[in-house]
T-cell receptor, first 111, second 115 residues
Framework: SQKIEQNSEALNIQEGKTATLTCNYT??????LQWYRQDPGRGPVFLLL?????KEKRKERLKVTFDTTLKQSLFHITASQPADSATYLC??????????FGSGTQLTVLP | DTGVSQDPRHKITKRGQNVTFRCDPISEHNRLYWYRQTLGQGPEFLTYFQNEAQLEKSRLLSDRFSAERPKGSFSTLEIQRTEQGDSAMYLC?????????????FGSGTQLSVL
């Protein structure tokens, strides 16, 4: 069956460090993969999209990699700040037309 | 505010009652999605519309759930005979599909509590 797995534990890091979140998937051949940020009590907010033929994408302090052989995406936040604390969701487009989301990783950046 | 709007933000109801939620998407978007999210989980797809046509429904969407999008504008999600297991955040999202890519714009959700 199709499965999307993100870091099972919450991630705590010190301000200024790089946060690295993982998204692994099985039984998908996604055309693209997306990352969203979600704050408590709010809907997810789109951050980045990376296509299956792209290895890496950057946006300001954010970097996403996509390895279709390993079936894994890594999401990096460099020079992290307390304001980056949130839950980060990866989402894949599969055989169905809609996006399927992972369960998310809760990131806390400590001052 | 030109984002996705959902109403109400919170709804408390008793088991067995019917509830209806409304979503106003971004006006130029042709697709509208409903997702459900429980604590500690990611959003789970329920259904989506392209314009006024409901194109796909999840197996999660039992016959107690119905969604409409009259005239391809706002959408409503109704849950009949609510059960405690229906307690969740109901999220609406809209998009404008360009080529193969599609990114979703979410509303803030309706938090449903069934007592």
């Amino acid at each position: 069956s199709q499965k999307i797995e993100q870091n099972s534990e919450a991630l705590n890091i010190q301000e200024g460090k790089t946060a690295t979140l993982t998204c692994n998937y099985t039984n998908y051949s996604p055309a693209y993969l997306q990352w969203y940020r979600q704050d408590p009590g709010r809907g997810p907010v789109f951050l980045l999209l990376i296509r299956e033929n792209e290895k890496e994408k950057r946006k300001e302090r954010l970097k996403v990699t996509f390895d279709t052989t390993l079936k894994q995406s890594l999401f990096h936040i460099t020079a992290s700040q307390p304001a980056d604390s949130a839950t980060y969701l990866c989402a894949l487009s599969g055989s169905a037309r809609q996006l399927t989301f992972g369960s998310g990783t809760q990131l806390t950046v400590l001052p | 505010d030109t984002g996705v709007s959902q109403d109400p933000r919170h709804k408390i109801t008793k088991r067995g009652q019917n509830v209806t939620f409304r979503c106003d998407p971004i006006s130029e978007h042709n697709r509208l999605y409903w997702y459900r999210q429980t604590l500690g989980q990611g959003p789970e797809f329920l259904t989506y519309f392209q314009n006024e046509a409901q194109l796909e429904k999840s197996r999660l969407l039992s016959d107690r759930f119905s969604a409409e999008r009259p005239k391809g504008s706002f959408s409503t999600l109704e849950i009949q005979r609510t059960e405690q297991g229906d307690s969740a955040m109901y999220l609406c999202a809209s998009s404008w599909r360009q080529g193969g890519d599609e990114k979703l714009f979410f509303g803030s959700g309706t938090q449903l509590s069934v007592l």
